[in-house]
């Protein structure tokens, strides 16, 4: 009692000054500080309701149509909870500390609103907005050229500690070392999808209302962008490439007459700036091609067909399982990692050579938010966040033009960015988000054009974009995983790769490889040391592998020598290290046209493992071809059976 008198007695309006500034805090640090920020979205939450209530205002204030939207979300999540309540423990950390632990960050969204809608409070959140991003672009181009992470860094007192996790090498850029720009986030990914929240809509902010500014202003302004885009490309997230180019097309749309005004008022400018930056970025283009490893990943994955890398394969493929099993009300949040576990394991007693494959498959979420929502929460979930979606971008579309709608534009990156990765989860991107839908939709409702046609254009191409995307990932994940898991392959000859991996399906034609790359020799990925029971067991039997030639005497080697390798099992991406491997031993065979059946002993493992990976090893096996006359030969069929054995 004595606190609330003690409330009564403050002067008036504080509650609603300590919420204004705290919302400034917490906007001009989530950038940098998750924990910081987090407490003060939660304070000025706090005293917004508070004095919402004194003024029995909390009706008025919170009837905002989106807040109402993920409210309902949660709301049936907790429906979720109630429906699946045998597989939590009962307690508040079971019920809560899950998905259902961001329910008070949608508060953030009402309170941004109300705020921006005073005149006075708008120009500096608007301030605090472009500071944040200033901070952001510094962070992330530093980090680019540091191998620490800078907010382990400061946190550490400005040094490195043993154990510490460095950053991810990206390459050379003029032979200068260069790392994934992260800022002060944790992932590489974070970053990614807050820069998208900024970039390039504070850009076009700036050019909206800054036309005909002095040239030195423009040149800066320019550099400054020019800084932005390279630190945007460098940063990897290629789901947020995507999503910045919705988000820009959706401005273009919006904005079509005054772009095509200025375009047509400054053509030569233009066009030649244009020229210019085209230029200057398919220099810098081909040269992280050349000599940026990270980038030619980038490429190679998004021109072949159902790469491992990323394992989106089969993140998709157990996605639908759950779904398909729990339909109507989910696995409940929380539960989303132990009902992938449950699936991985349906598939690796089908396919026991894809255990490691789906052991390093991410199973934290669900790698694309509609299907995270409808995993846990069920089809209800869904189809309000594709609701909110809907209401956002007809909101978009109907509200007069404003110079403010360009700046927090960049919100829609998130629509199609989380068709790849489940940003509405990541606490460090979600709650900055709220805050700007809130900034967005702070409107007054007098400035909306009431128009049924935009709507429904909005309905249509919100559920065209979440429709086609998902039957894709639903037919990509219809091919049989054989057809995808490809084993690792290691040539120092890197054309010949391709061939040997032709070399591993049974309906190819044989492949001719040159004498001396034969002799040479190439290390293809083997199998695990254990078996995939329950416990654990070590792999009792030989490994088996059979070698197919044509049956005529022609052109193919008399010798094989294989050496058997032994490298470590655990996930390199989580741990940040390499594999390393050992040779354990040579084994000769002499080969004939037809069928070769080669046994491998004497290198099975007898330690024993409680979980994957701990004790679990590979065998890779390096393979080299002797005694073949002509200078090519014919590279046999290479069969690995079921998991090493025929």
């Known amino acids: 009692m004595e606190s609330i008198s003690i409330i009564l007695k403050l002067p008036k309006n504080i509650n609603l000054t300590i919420s204004y500034y705290s919302f400034l805090i917490f906007f001009s640090t989530f950038v940098f500080s998750v924990s910081i920020s987090q407490i003060f979205a939660g304070l000025s939450i706090l005293f917004f309701f508070i004095d919402s209530a004194f003024q029995r205002k909390i009706k008025s204030r919170f009837h905002n149509m989106f807040f109402g939207v993920l409210l309902l979300i949660f709301l049936f999540l907790i429906l979720s909870e109630i429906v699946n309540i045998k597989n939590y423990t009962l307690s508040f950390q079971s019920l809560f500390k899950n998905e259902m632990g961001d329910i008070w960050m949608i508060f953030i969204l009402p309170t941004a609103s109300f705020h921006f809608q005073n005149r006075e409070k708008r120009n500096r959140i608007i301030q605090v907005f472009c500071f944040s991003f200033t901070i952001l672009l510094s962070s992330g181009f530093i980090s680019v050229f540091t191998p620490f992470r800078l907010a382990?860094?400061?946190?550490?007192?400005?040094?490195?500690?043993?154990?510490?996790?460095?950053?991810?090498?990206?390459?050379?850029?003029f032979g200068i070392q260069t790392y994934l720009p992260i800022g002060l986030m944790n992932t590489h990914l974070t970053y990614g999808g807050i820069f998208g929240l900024f970039f390039p809509a504070i850009f076009f902010y700036w050019f909206y209302n800054n036309q005909n500014s002095h040239l030195i202003f423009k040149t800066i302004f320019f550099c400054f962008a020019l800084l932005s885009f390279f630190v945007f490309i460098y940063n990897q997230s290629r789901s947020v490439w995507i999503g910045i180019f919705f988000s820009c097309t959706l401005v273009f749309l919006k904005y079509f007459r005054k772009i095509f005004s200025i375009i047509q008022k400054y053509k030569k400018r233009v066009f030649l700036i244009f020229g210019a930056l085209t230029f200057l970025l398919i220099i810098l283009f081909f040269n992280l091609v050349q000599k940026n490893w990270l980038v030619q990943r980038a490429i190679s994955e998004a021109t072949k067909d159902n790469t491992t890398e990323n394992q989106r394969y089969f993140i998709h493929n157990v996605n639908f399982e759950i779904i398909k099993n729990n339909f109507l009300f989910g696995v409940g949040p929380g539960n989303?990692?132990?009902?992938?576990?449950?699936?991985?394991?349906?598939?690796?007693?089908?396919?026991?050579?894809?255990?490691?494959?789906?052991?390093?498959?991410?199973?934290?979420?669900?790698?694309?938010?509609?299907?995270?929502?409808?995993?846990?929460?069920?089809?209800?979930?869904?189809?309000?966040?594709?609701?909110?979606?809907?209401?956002?971008?007809?909101?978009?579309?109907?509200?007069?033009?404003?110079?403010?709608?360009?700046?927090?534009?960049?919100?829609?990156?998130?629509?199609?960015?989380?068709?790849?990765?489940?940003?509405?989860?990541?606490?460090?991107?979600?709650?900055?988000?709220?805050?700007?839908?809130?900034?967005?939709?702070?409107?007054?409702?007098?400035?909306?054009?009431?128009?049924?046609?935009?709507f429904k254009i909005s309905l249509v191409a919100t559920i065209f974009l979440f429709a086609s995307m998902i039957v894709f990932l639903y037919y990509?994940?219809?091919?049989?995983?054989?057809?995808?898991?490809?084993?690792?392959?290691?040539?120092?000859?890197?054309?010949?790769?391709?061939?040997?991996?032709?070399?591993?399906?049974?309906?190819?034609?044989?492949?001719?490889?040159?004498?001396?790359?034969?002799?040479?020799?190439?290390?293809?990925?083997?199998?695990?040391?254990?078996?995939?029971?329950?416990?654990?067991?070590?792999?009792?039997?030989?490994?088996?592998?059979?070698?197919?030639?044509?049956?005529?005497?022609?052109?193919?080697?008399?010798?094989?020598?294989?050496?058997?390798?032994?490298?470590?099992?655990?996930?390199q991406d989580k741990l940040y290290k390499a594999h390393e491997s050992r040779i354990l031993k040579e084994y000769q065979f002499q080969l004939k046209p037809g069928k070769n059946i080669i046994s491998l002993s004497e290198i099975q493992s007898n330690q024993n493992s409680n979980l994957f990976p701990e004790n679990i090893f590979f065998r890779d096996f390096q393979f080299q071809f002797f005694h073949s006359k002509p200078e090519e030969i014919i590279l046999p069929k290479i069969d690995f059976g079921k998991n090493c054995g025929l």
């Open 152 to 173: 382990k860094f400061i946190s550490n007192g400005f040094q490195i500690l043993q154990g510490d996790r460095l950053q991810h090498f990206a390459g050379e850029i």
């Open 336 to 454: 989303f990692s132990k009902a992938h576990q449950i699936e991985s394991d349906k598939l690796i007693l089908k396919k026991e050579e894809l255990w490691y494959e789906l052991f390093i498959t991410p199973r934290g979420h669900a790698h694309h938010d509609l299907l995270h929502f409808m995993a846990i929460g069920g089809v209800l979930p869904a189809i309000l966040f594709l609701l909110f979606w809907v209401f956002l971008l007809n909101y978009f579309f109907q509200i007069k033009k404003t110079p403010t709608l360009i700046l927090f534009s960049g919100i829609f990156s998130i629509l199609p960015a989380g068709f790849f990765q489940c940003y509405i989860q990541d606490d460090e991107v979600s709650l900055p988000f709220y805050a700007i839908v809130g900034l967005l939709t702070s409107m007054k409702k007098n400035r909306l054009i009431k128009n049924n046609k935009i």
């Open 476 to 571: 990509s994940t219809r091919k049989n995983p054989e057809q995808v898991y490809k084993r690792k392959i290691k040539s120092i000859y890197l054309e010949d790769i391709d061939k040997i991996r032709k070399s591993l399906y049974k309906n190819t034609p044989f492949q001719k490889m040159d004498r001396l790359h034969a002799e040479k020799g190439f290390v293809i990925e083997g199998c695990l040391t254990h078996r995939f029971t329950n416990p654990i067991t070590p792999r009792k039997e030989n490994y088996t592998i059979m070698l197919e030639f044509p049956n005529i005497d022609f052109n193919h080697p008399k010798l094989l020598k294989i050496t058997a390798i032994e490298r470590d099992a655990f996930d």
